[in-house]
């Protein structure tokens, strides 16, 4: 059984940072692709970042480029997300999840439709 667990969320200040983790199991981590979306209230789910398989390969949404890193660990199956500088505007609930296509790492995707696994979220809050 897949399971996602994201963490690390919480509040921090404009220009603050922090990092976001998610912990994979049942299934091959280092098979898959994993991205991290988020979710602003209001608004509809939006990719923020995609790693390959093994982590040579990455793409950002233009909104966090530059200020997140997404990065993973298959000997711990842990996916990581930095973010620095962080904005009111990235306010928003953070989900982790996994593309299982065979293809993925020829073909970086933050397409909802291509990642069937998800976690349940962490939420962060810029403010000041």
């Known amino acids: 059984q897949v399971s996602l667990v994201e963490s690390g969320g919480g509040s921090v200040q404009p220009g603050g940072s922090l990092r976001l983790s998610c912990a994979a199991s049942?299934?091959?981590?280092?098979?898959?692709?994993m991205g991290w979306f988020r979710q602003a209230p209001g608004k509809e789910r939006e990719g923020v970042a995609v790693i390959s398989t093994g982590g040579s390969w990455v793409s950002y949404a233009d909104s966090v480029e530059g200020r997140f890193t997404i990065s993973r660990d298959n000997t711990k199956n842990t996916l990581y997300l930095q973010m620095n500088s962080l904005k009111p505007e990235d306010t928003a609930m953070y989900f982790c999840?996994?593309?299982?296509?065979?293809?993925?790492?020829?073909?970086?995707?933050?397409?909802?439709?291509?990642?069937?696994?998800w976690g349940q979220g962490t939420q962060v809050t810029v403010s000041s």
């Open positions: 049942g299934y091959t981590y280092s098979r898959v692709c």
């Open positions: 999840a996994a593309d299982n296509r065979p293809t993925c790492t020829r073909s970086l995707s933050l397409r909802e439709p291509d990642f069937p696994y």
